[in-house]
């Protein structure tokens, strides 16, 4: 993942990054959140995806006013996204189990992973929320389920939780064309006997 201010030119691609400063956090609950000083005043929509200004998952605003915005942090249980090893195709889902702070857990993930420890964990791209290869943490440590078919994969944190401030917004651009796509009814003509 690049550094944030190497990236492409916001005029560019599907991807616009913004600053904000966090107002408030919680990180001792199961469902965290995060309170920003920027919202729908500038151009910050809800499904924003928010990283470290290291380039490191954080979460993704759900709710916007004028001037500030509130975000579901990956220390929340309701948090879902897509994670993957670096240098390997196999990913699973990433959430919190409401355990440890400085630690998430990427799911079912293939038994033909081979996760090992100190392996980067990135996002995959298949989010609306997040480009790929965001970095998310580093394999801590992996077992497989009773049947032997996935593994679950402890992954230490990249993103200081305890300690934010200063925060990078990443808008995409497409999300809600991408989305009202997906939802449009040619598409469930197609998928409604699955």
Known sequence: ????????SPLTGPYRYTTARVVS???NKQENLLTLN??????????????TPSGAMVGYIVSCSDRYSVAVSIL???FRASGKLVGSEYYGSIYWDGLDQNVVILGELSKYADPKPGQEVVTTGFSQY????VLIGWVES?????TRTAYTVR???????????????????????IRNLQ????????????
Do not use: C, W
């Open 1 to 8: 993942y690049a550094a944030l201010d190497t990236v492409e």
């Open 25 to 27: 956090n919680s990180i």
């Open 38 to 51: 920027k919202g729908l005043g500038f151009d910050v929509s809800p499904e924003t995806a928010i990283v």
């Open 76 to 78: 929340n249980t309701s």
């Open 130 to 133: 997040f480009p790929a290869d």
């Open 142 to 146: 992996a077992s497989l389920n009773e």
């Open 155 to 177: 992954v230490r944190l990249a993103a200081e939780m305890s300690r934010l401030n200063e925060v990078v917004l990443v808008g995409n651009r497409d999300f809600y064309e």
């Open 183 to 194: 939802q449009s009814e040619q598409i469930e003509q197609h998928t409604r006997n699955d």
